[in-house]
């Protein structure tokens, strides 16, 4: 990996939130509008008709997007008060499918039951409820002969009138779970989008920044084709995504010709696929070759799994995709998330949500595009993955050729080695996954990333891994020959695990970019940080654990959160911080201990760059002295500040840009908040929790007219306009 520049503190105002063309946020559902309501109609207004929802088609045809928007309707949301949604896909099991429903209805304490158990449990728990279960990609009969028995699908009088208690939609692409026999249930079939839908969803994806090419028969080769997608809402994005890059006439008859010569002929397609394979092989050959690495990675993750575009990144620069000249002042993190944007601007990725900045911060692959990444990526020897129900003989050879490999279970057989191997993912909430054999046999990885690992400890092994660039692993202890790990460049110790016990070794890894840890327990000396300047992200130091004074050294630091300050003195050495005296931290989180609270927010009062705070500890009254906030602030939370006074006014007055506001746990004593006429311009996100005394909020003409989402307590007052954005 080459060398690379820490970059410069920009100074400039923060971006405009750029459109992305095709996002959860605003997904495109041409053509499907009024079998949206329809469906809703039906679950709602007419219960008794039936009360199994089947959504089938083959892959791409908009199943999934549909069976989304009814389940985040306003009138489902109100009509059924237990709602989950779980993605099924070829590799199941039936008790990990019941205990995921179980613990988005809110049902408890299930982890251990079997599935016998397990299907009277969520049957007794949703007996008396009104419910909406979501199946998602359901390839097997066997599935819905297994999870329906949980669900009480009987129907009840009240008041006279007959009502189904529960509803369950099902999406497939195979006609056998479709055909489903005795089941009380309306099957609905996506129809193909027709030439006028097809062209109006082309042209939002292809020229969605009004990029409309300047010659004169774009509409003639665009319709030819779209001709060959076949009405496949899913070809139709990924070719509108390809030509989202281009502009010239050249470029369109390029793409135009390899539509011609490589797409199937108009209606041929399989069930499971039709022409949207072929198309996904036009957008993988059409990707810039430093991107084809970038979007294959995808194929490690589980499918339908919202993916953290900021861990996604980190894996990309530890495995060496990310490359820039170091005269650019660009950071490897910069032209990732340009790498990132890419993807999703030509619709190989859907946005799930856009953070305060305008950046992605979640997003998910569509399951046709995962299985695409995980073909072409054994195809071309880049990764293999290992699902739950392959044989002994077949999981060793997925292990001895992988380069990258995904699991979802305990490795089988664990005595097998590859010496070429740099990634291994692990996908699952086990506490009996055992990571010495990966210490010992793939002793040349780049990223290890075990999720939601909650062991005792983490064996002495993993000082073998020498090649290591990326850790995330979470447990109770960890080996003093972390310290070995010289090549280090992420670190992630965050998980469920409620306290760690760190060795006092951090200082050595001098390649150090990113550390993100939780509790540690206290140590019988302060530990030392890493300070050889290449540290961006600090997130998650107590001040009872670590060396304050160390931050002094600190002077590319991004990210700061610092917990547990309890002395002044403590608070001047998180001020003295290079990385703040130089506005070069964009977002900082500070826990003040009670004891002491906070009458100022020093050098940070002026900072430019800094867009995201969040404070924790008394603040006693607004504004603060030497200055209020930071002015370019877009998100802001307050925790147990105990102000007296209504801080609205001195907020809404003074933060032009501020779009997410969070008050909670008695930030706020008073009873009654204002928001002053013509405040919050900007803010889209409001949210108050735990402030007993609060009894009314107040609203001025002008005030809030961005307001998209908005939480506050039931038993407190508020305007009626209010009431429709209200979430809970």
Partial sequence: MPDNTIGTCSTSMISRPRAYPHSDIDEHVIGLHEHIENMVERLTEKPGLFSILVIAGMGGSGKTTLARKIYNHDRVKSNFKRRAWVCISQTWDASKILSEISRQIGSSNV?????????????????????????????????????????????????????????????????????????????????????????????????????????????????????????????????????????????????????????????????????VRDMLELSYSDLPYQLKPCFLYLGLFPEDMIIKTGELMRMWIAEGFITCDVRSGQTWEDIARQYLNELVQRCLLQVTRINHQGNVKECRIHDLIRDFCISKGKEVDFLGVLPVDNT????????????????????????????????????????????????????????????????????????????????????????????????????????????????????????????????????????????????????????????????????????????????????????????????????????????????????????????????????QELPLDYGGFPRNLTKLILEYSNLSQDPMPFLGSNLPYLKYLRLAWNAYTGSEMVCKENSFLALEKLEFFVMPKLGSLKVENGALPQLKRFFIPDDVEIPQRLASLKWN
């Fill in 111 to 275: 982890e251990s039951l079997n599935l016998d158990k397990l299907v009277l449990e969520v049957h007794a728990f949703l007996e008396d409820e009104s419910y909406l279960i979501v199946l998602d990609d359901v390839w097997q009969k066997e599935v819905l002969e297994q999870i329906l028995p949980a669900f009480p699908l009987g129907k009840e009088r009240i008041r006279g009138k007959e009502r189904i208690r529960g509803k369950i939609i099902v999406t497939t692409r195979k006609r056998e779970v479709a055909q489903f026999p005795n089941l009380h249930r309306y099957t609905f079939e996506p129809p193909r989008l027709d030439e006028k839908q097809s062209w109006e969803l082309f042209c939002k994806i292809a020229f969605a920044d009004n990029n409309f090419p300047q010659f004169g028969d774009v509409d003639t080769l665009g319709e030819e084709m779209l001709r060959k997608c076949d009405g496949l809402p899913l070809a139709i994005i990924a070719l509108g995504g390809i030509l989202n890059t281009k502009t010239s006439r050249d470029e369109w008859e390029r793409v135009h010709a390899a539509v011609s010569s490589k797409m199937i002929a108009q209606g041929r397609g399989t069930l499971e696929y039709g022409s």
């Fill in 392 to 619: 002994t003989s077949t999981q060793g050879a997925i292990v001895r050729e992988s380069r990258r490999l995904a699991m979802y279970e305990r490795l089988q057989p664990t005595t097998q080695t590859n010496s070429h191997l740099r990634s291994f993912v692990y996908w699952t909430r086990s506490s009996n996954f055992d990571p010495r054999p990966v210490c010992e046999n793939f002793r040349f990885l780049r990223v290890l990333h075990i999720d939601d690992y909650t062991d005792s400890e983490i064996p002495e092994a993993l000082g073998k891994l020498i090649f290591l660039r990326y850790l995330k692993i979470n447990s109770a202890q960890v080996p003093r020959s972390l310290g070995n790990l010289h090549r280090l460049l992420i670190v992630d110790f965050r998980g469920r695990v409620a306290e760690l016990t760190l060795p006092d070794v951090l200082m050595k890894l001098e390649q150090l970019r990113h550390l993100y840890l939780q509790s540690i327990s206290a140590p019988a000396s302060q530990l030392r940080l890493p300070t050889s300047g290449n540290l961006q992200t600090l997130w998650g130091i107590s001040a009872k654990s670590w060396r304050l004074k160390d931050l002094e050294q600190l002077s590319h630091l991004r990210k700061l959160f610092v917990s547990d300050i309890a002395s002044m003195e403590e608070l001047e050495s998180v001020w003295k911080c290079p990385s703040i005296t130089s506005d070069c931290v964009h977002k900082l989180g500070l826990h003040v201990m009670d004891k002491m609270g906070l009458s100022s927010l020093g050098p940070i009062s002026h900072s430019h760059n800094l867009s995201s705070l969040y404070l924790r500890g008394s603040l």
